[in-house]
């Protein structure tokens, strides 16, 4: 965790209190980030198993490319949505934001994405890749609720993130298209199965836990935190 200054443990509150709320169709929480993949190639062929023998790879490999891949996941519907991009720019994330309105969740009225404070991840990207009415427009469908500086673990995403890049990317990808069907593949199995994560750590939990935090913060109210 990162420091437990008063910042630190509002905006942790804040999302803690957001994931605790019941699950509601008309304002869904999507937890965003983005995952790095190094697409790389044999130089010298891989050899197929035959009858008591393994296949075999060649321990030499070439850089292809790096590639992002953009996460989306919303616990809920057991949902996510894993995109490849060459860059994760101001652009790639207002296409994101705009894919997530109008492709994944049209009918929402207010859609909360929980991230962190990388650069690009503000509402100016999307004024800097569309025209002010459609940035707007977009915009109004979204409400971004920021981790703690430091404070990874607090983003589901994270967890799936993991999941993936065991289930899906620890094998050599040479190319976009093997990265893309695979891609692909692992997000429909998960999306079918709508695999999800059981959340325990709630406000009252962090209350416990992180008693000493909040004393330090807070000397003379910590008789109360845990009545409030």
């Known amino acids: 965790m990162g420091k437990m200054n008063a910042d ?6 804040h999302v803690l209190d957001l994931y605790a709320k019941p699950e509601n169709p008309a304002e869904p929480v999507i937890n965003f980030d983005e995952a790095m993949k190094q697409l790389v190639s044999d130089i010298t062929p891989s050899t197929e198993a035959k009858p008591g023998q393994t296949a075999r790879q060649d321990y030499e490999y070439k850089r292809v490319a790096v590639a992002n891949i953009f996460m989306f996941f919303d616990r809920h519907r057991g949902w996510r949505k894993a995109k490849a991009t060459e860059g994760k720019k101001s652009a790639d994330f207002a296409r994101c934001m705009k894919e997530l309105v109008d492709d994944h969740y049209p009918d929402s009225e207010k859609i909360h994405v929980v991230m962190d404070n990388y650069g690009t991840h503000k509402t100016g990207s999307l004024y800097k890749a569309f025209e002010p009415k459609e ?3 977009i915009l109004n469908r979204l409400e971004f609720h920021y981790t703690p500086k430091h404070a990874s673990w607090l983003n589901m995403v994270e967890i799936e993130i993991g999941n993936m890049n065991q289930q899906c990317l620890t094998q050599r990808i040479p190319d976009w298209d093997k990265l893309h069907s695979e891609l692909a593949a692992w997000e429909k199995r998960r999306n079918d199965a709508q695999a999800s994560i059981n959340w325990m750590f709630d406000v009252d939990a962090t209350r ?7 004393h330090a913060l807070l000397p003379e109210k910590i008789g109360t935190i845990n009545q409030n």
Do not use: S, V, W
């Open 135 to 137: 940035a707007l427009r």
């Open 8 to 13: 630190y443990i509002a905006q942790m509150e």
């Open 208 to 214: 416990e836990k992180l008693t000493r935090a909040y």
